[in-house]
């Protein structure tokens, strides 16, 4: 079989670059093993706004400008419903809290992305003396439809591979690599965090930030918006909301813990005022970096192999805008920004 890209990894990462080759007519196949779970379990909010220093999340207008639309297309592709715009409410914890809040409304940047009146709390199962910020151009994609949708389309287009990628089976060739009966004229890794056992691209500095969130049943609560106080809390449908999430920058293990699920009920429990039961918990590992700007770019010395990762916490609004630079660089010859530059480290 001849393509032009094998895509390594069909999490947000992967979805992203595969997409921009689809819609430019590339031919590629993926291989995805399911050993990382950070997209699948992923609340999936897209958020423009740092909710606890109130600043602008980096280049947030313009990666929305880009996953938007993005993901639209993909709901066209998949036929299946993929966002859900939700406000976000910013729970107050003090009066001090509140006026940090205005002084962000009047910068520049934020204006677009907080109203600037206080929301009374009207929600009875909610406990919120100090009220709400709203925060706009908010909600959740379902990551986890995106990625079984998508992994089945590749699947109906013979184009998906669920085996590990061997990397004792990759062949060097002439202005291309092998591998296994493929022949292709680039290879892009995006691995997430499994990336780590990548020869070529391992000792890139991502750092694991282990995250657990749990999905409850709360038939009471009655609330369409995400509130977001020491936790947030994200309407699933049909009464179910995902509450999350931990982090947990030393445990590397993918298994759900008891520790990740008190510490969320802990948290919910001071301002939830209704009936729960706990349906679920996820876990997954969030591909992190230092400087929490993601990795893209071209090995040193095999100029086929490119990376894309590093979507750390938020790879549903970074995903998009990486694929499109990524494309642009290997089709385009157009430079990285030297900030998402693998380049960086070397
Ligand atoms: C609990 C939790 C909550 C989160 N909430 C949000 C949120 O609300 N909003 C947001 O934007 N982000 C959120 N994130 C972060 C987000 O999940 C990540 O930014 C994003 O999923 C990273 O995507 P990725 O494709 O790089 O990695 P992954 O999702 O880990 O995908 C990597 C893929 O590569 C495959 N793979 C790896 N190695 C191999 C191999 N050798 N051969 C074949 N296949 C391989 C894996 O099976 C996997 O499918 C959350 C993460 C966690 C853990």
């Known amino acids: ?14 979805i992203s670059i595969c997409e921009q080759l689809r819609r430019n007519g590339r031919s ?24 606890k220093r109130f600043t602008e999340v980096w280049d947030a ?14 709901e066209q592709l998949l036929q299946s419903t993929l966002i859900y715009p939700y406000p976000i409410y910013r729970r107050f914890s003090s009066v001090k809290e509140q006026n940090t809040w205005f002084e962000a409304c009047d910068k520049p940047a934020l204006e677009n992305f ?31 439809a995106l990625i079984e949708g998508y992994k089945a389309y590749l699947k109906s287009n013979n184009s998906l591979i669920t085996t590990g990628f061997d990397f004792e ?90 520790a990740a699920k008190e510490e969320l009920q802990t948290k919910l429990e001071k301002f939830l005022k209704c009936d729960y039961t706990v ?12 400087d929490r700007r993601p990795l893209l770019g071209r090995h040193n010395s095999h100029s086929n192999l490119y990376v894309l990762n590093g979507l750390g916490t938020r790879g549903v609004m970074l ?12 089709e385009k010859h157009i430079d990285l920004p030297e900030a998402i530059n693998i380049r960086r480290f070397s």
């Open 1 to 14: 079989m001849k393509v032009d890209y094998i895509i390594v990894g069909c999490g947000l990462a992967g």
């Open 279 to 290: 349906v679920e918990q996820y876990a997954g590992i969030r591909p992190t970096v230092v």
């Open 28 to 51: 590629f196949v993926v291989f995805d093993n399911d050993s990382q779970h950070a997209s699948t379990v992923a609340a999936g909010m897209y958020n423009p706004v740092i909710l």
């Open 169 to 258: 089976n990759l062949q060097h060739s002439k202005g291309g690599v092998i591998v296994n009966d493929i022949q292709a004229n680039k290879i892009v890794f995006a691995e997430g965090y499994g990336v780590k056992s990548n020869p070529f691209f391992g000792d890139l500095p991502l750092k694991e930030a282990k995250g657990e969130l749990m999905l409850i049943h709360a038939p009471d609560l009655k609330i369409d918006v995400i509130v977001k106080s020491s936790v947030f809390i994200i309407p699933e449908g049909n009464d179910h909301y995902s509450v999350g999430a931990t982090y947990n920058w030393s445990d590397k293990s993918v298994q759900t813990t008891d």
């Open 61 to 74: 207008q313009l990666q929305l400008d880009i996953a938007m639309p993005f993901y639209a297309e993909l």
């Open 319 to 330: 995903g998009p805008l990486m694929g499109q630079h990524l494309y642009n660089f290997m």
């Open 114 to 144: 907080l109203a600037t009146q206080l929301i009374n709390n009207s929600f009875e199962c909610i406990d919120a003396p100090f009220s709400f910020g709203e925060v706009k151009q908010a909600g959740r994609v379902d990551t986890n």
